[in-house]
T-cell receptor, first 111, second 114 residues
Framework: DAKTTQPTSMDCAEGRAANLPCNHS???????VYWYRQIHSQGPQYIIH???NNETNEMASLIITEDRKSSTLILPHATLRDTAVYYC????????????FGAGTTVTVRA | GAGVSQSPRYKVAKRGQDVALRCDPI?????LFWYQQALGQGPEFLTY????????KSGLPSDRFFAERPEGSVSTLKIQRTQQEDSAVYLC????????????FGNGTRLTVT
């Protein structure tokens, strides 16, 4: 059973912020939200993860709602090189060592 | 620093041949994973090692698939008597099992069975 729901695809304008939504309504208290992306012909690339607080790094920001049932990945200034499939994944903090990928969101950044 | 390295990058095999795919994890990473990715799909878990111990092989699709990591570093995924349905990208990832460490993936081996 899928733990997350993401839109199949979305377009973004170059230079603008890209906001990628993810629903994870059945998330439990010890589960983290992870985001990966996969650019064509490359392996998945780790972006960011969080438990309940908002997180920011050099690549993106992760906003998790207070009830933790959904989150948004924000790419602050999308570039053409951000075109990729983005995966939102829920992973246990303790014994779920593996990542279970869904279909992800195909994000196309347009000039 | 060096990331996860996989070789070969591309492999073409005739149906029935055996293949061996190699993964060099990030130095010092205890955990190692193999995934299979069919065209247009997300990666699917195959197997997991912690050091040399194979702790989970629940994702291996058949007994033709075998993975090993004898010295707890380099790993090899072997597929015997390849079939056309084995055509996919095989991804390797490594991580530290401390806390909630992310997996770091290589760029995969694209296997085509003709």
């Amino acid at each position: 059973d899928a733990k997350t729901t993401q839109p199949t695809s979305m377009d973004c304008a170059e230079g603008r912020a890209a906001n990628l939504p993810c629903n994870h309504s059945t998330i439990s208290g010890n589960e983290y939200v992870y985001w990966y992306r996969q650019i064509h012909s490359q392996g998945p690339q780790y972006i960011i993860h969080g438990l309940k607080n908002n997180e920011t790094n050099e690549m993106a920001s992760l906003i998790i709602t207070e009830d933790r049932k959904s989150s948004t990945l924000i790419l602050p200034h999308a570039t053409l090189r951000d075109t990729a499939v983005y995966y939102c994944i829920v992973r246990s903090g303790f014994n779920d060592y593996k990542l279970s990928f869904g279909a992800g969101t195909t994000v196309t950044v347009r000039a | 620093g060096a990331g996860v390295s996989q070789s070969p990058r591309y492999k073409v095999a005739k149906r029935g041949q055996d293949v061996a795919l190699r993964c060099d994890p990030i130095s010092g990473h205890v955990s190692l994973f193999w995934y299979q990715q069919a065209l247009g799909q997300g990666p699917e878990f195959l197997t997991y090692f912690q050091n040399e111990a194979q702790l989970d092989k629940s994702g291996l699709p058949s007994d033709r698939f075998f993975a090993e990591r004898p010295e707890g570093s380099v790993s090899t995924l072997k597929i015997q008597r390849t079939q056309q349905e084995d055509s996919a990208v095989y991804l390797c990832a490594s991580s530290n099992p401390t806390g909630n460490s992310p997996l770091h993936f290589g760029n995969g081996t694209r296997l085509t069975v003709t």
